[in-house]
């Protein structure tokens, strides 16, 4: 390699990493302002099959729970843990698993690089959850 494009390769490496930083900065803040408006509780006990999520959220007021059951709230990514989920507040990091989990109640996820937020407002009124007024424009009546 040219020592001319060293520097090119740095500026470029630092640029990627730090992409990656505000991208994990912006879950971070989303999630954990979905996670507040959701529990309502002062120690919030989170279960996740999501090995990004314990390390976005890894300097947060949350702790992490090894067992579904144990949770105020289940971060789920994938269908694994469907029936070991059922008691607990589901937020999902896939929109199609707002089907497979049908205590899920809101989902976090990214398409076409931008994040996006969904509530389903029929399942917040039955496990009677009321979520803070800045995510009303993210009610939805029904699963699309």
Known sequence: MKPAFLPFLFLFLFNSVNASEKVSSIENKIIMNMIHSLTHVDEILVYTDSPKIKQTLRNSEIKFVNQCGMA???????????????????????????????????SFFWQKGRPNIVFIEPRLKKQKIIISSKFNDFLEDSIW
Do not use: G, M, R
């Not at 937020?91 to 497979?100: C, F, G, K, S």
């Open 72 to 106: 105020t709230i289940a971060i789920i990514k994938t269908k694994k843990y469907v029936s070991k989920c059922n008691n607990v507040i589901v937020l999902t990091l896939e929109y199609d698993l707002l089907n497979v989990y049908p205590n899920s109640v809101a």
